[in-house]
């Protein structure tokens, strides 16, 4: 029996696909803006003050082939591959050992441990003491700088912790029954069982140092060739657009392509990530979830 919608239901729905509705169209707009303005006429482009939802003009892609012969993309590409990877192997590692550690009833100290982990989320040293511990670890113009400082995140612990305390005592018990120690515990055992909070950090920890810039530009002052991907998009944007513009022999008059070389830029730069949110979309869903709910 299909029970029948009250009045205030109806419009509760209808308001809820239509604020849904707004808000999908805000995020894909302005993507879409970039993308068609990429590919437009860069005269009509420079003409146009509003939003491009066709390419203006004859479609050409100019802008990605001025792109790709840029010398920095596959350095920052093969960079930003390696410190994603890279990350979210030690950030999980970390993460499971932290959240499992503090998740333990046995350990006496664990609402001691936690105080002073939450107490750094809400007050911290800052950048300059951040930058002098690197420093002095002689870790600066090294790749460990852009791994070592982010490796541990609070927020993934407690999250991680909260997964791990939805587990039942049975199945640890059981485990040690078998002779199973900590370490094939947390891991064989516990981690297989918090694959969607798992799921959901390696998916923050993966976009964070995708778009991250601020520290390459801090930690590796000298060394170009570690930068990522960001940091040579921000070198072609601000600082040297004309430079890698005029290395395109393809174009006349390069200098007309800077506004879609910009355009251009961003979508490169932000496709990629787009892409691997769909194969983590339902643990990420499930993984936020839990602990949400009581009883």
């Not at 993507?31 to 146009?48: F, K, N, Q, R």
């Not at 030690?90 to 982990?117: E, H, P």
């Not at 059981?174 to 069982?193: H, Y």
Request: a positive charge; hydrophobic letters at 50%; glycine letters at 6%.
């Amino acid at each position: 029996m299909v029970k029948k919608k009250s009045f205030g239901e109806i419009v509760f729905t209808i308001l809820n696909h239509l604020v849904m509705l707004a808000l999908c169209l805000i995020c894909i707009i302005p993507m879409w803006h970039v993308a068609m303005a990429s590919i437009s006429d860069p005269t009509l482009v420079s003409a146009t003050g509003g939003l491009i939802l066709r390419p203006l003009g004859k479609a050409s892609i100019t802008a990605y082939k001025i792109i790709l012969t840029y010398r920095g993309l596959l350095t920052g590409y093969g960079n930003t591959i390696f410190y994603v990877i890279a990350q979210c192997a030690l950030t999980g590692i970390l993460s499971v050992i932290g959240g499992y550690i503090v998740s333990r009833k046995s350990f006496r100290y664990r609402n001691y441990l936690m105080f002073f982990m939450i107490f750094t989320m809400l007050f911290n040293g800052g950048m300059i003491p951040t930058y002098m511990v690197v420093r002095n670890l002689n870790i600066i113009d090294t790749r460990w700088a852009m791994l070592i400082p982010g490796a541990l995140s609070v927020f993934n612990i407690i999250i991680m912790r909260t997964a791990i305390q939805g587990i039942p005592d049975s199945l640890e018990e059981s485990a040690r029954l078998e002779g199973a120690n900590e370490l094939v515990i947390m891991f064989r055992i516990i981690l297989p069982l918090c694959k969607a909070s798992f799921a959901v950090v390696m998916l923050f920890t993966a976009i964070g140092k995708w778009n991250e810039w601020f520290t390459a530009m801090i930690y590796l002052p000298t060394k170009t060739s570690l930068f990522p991907l960001q940091m040579f998009m921000r070198e072609l944007l601000i600082k040297s657009s004309g430079d890698a513009i005029n290395q395109a022999d393809m174009i006349s008059d390069a200098q007309i392509y800077m506004t879609l070389v910009k355009y251009a830029a961003i979508i490169v730069t932000t496709v990629p990530i787009l892409c691997v949110y769909p194969f983590v979309q339902k643990h990420f869903v499930k993984g936020v979830m839990i602990g949400s709910v009581k009883g």
